[in-house]
């Protein structure tokens, strides 16, 4: 079982940076890949970025690439997302997930935990 916690959140403007953490609970969050999620009102929950389970590997969302970083400290069982140049199109509710597999990590239904969310607002 893990359960996990985002923080770090808030509002902002544009051009401006945020970095979300992911708090772990239980011995086995080194085993998981982890991602992180958004969701908009009206819309679906959408991939942003995922890391394997030691930080060998990641991917991002087209959308992100090259202004959002994932990683991963598994000493202390979190995982962040550095989000630079934000805009108000990555405006959402972030949430982590933990997947206990690579296969399909950009697909949410891949994901066996969930946190709460986190809002981030991005003003112009």
């Known amino acids: 079982q893990v359960q996990l916690v985002e923080s770090g959140g808030g509002l902002v403007q544009a051009g401006d940076s945020l970095r979300l953490s992911c708090a772990a609970s239980?011995?086995?969050?080194?085993?998981?890949?982890m991602g992180w999620f958004r969701q908009a009102p009206g819309k679906e929950r959408e991939f942003v970025a995922a890391?394997?389970?030691?930080?060998?590997?990641?991917v991002y969302a087209d959308s992100v690439k090259g202004r959002f970083t994932i990683s991963r400290d598994n000493t202390k069982n979190t995982v962040y997302l550095q989000m630079n140049s934000l805009k108000p199109e990555d405006t959402a509710v972030y949430y982590c997930?933990?997947?206990?597999?690579?296969?399909?990590?950009?697909?949410?239904?891949?994901?066996?935990?969930w946190g709460q969310g986190t809002q981030v607002t991005v003003s112009s």
């Open positions: 997930g933990g997947s206990s597999s690579w296969s399909d990590v950009t697909k949410p239904h891949t994901y066996d935990y």
């Open positions: 239980g011995r086995t969050f080194s085993r998981y890949c």
């Open positions: 890391i394997s389970w030691n930080g060998g590997h990641t």
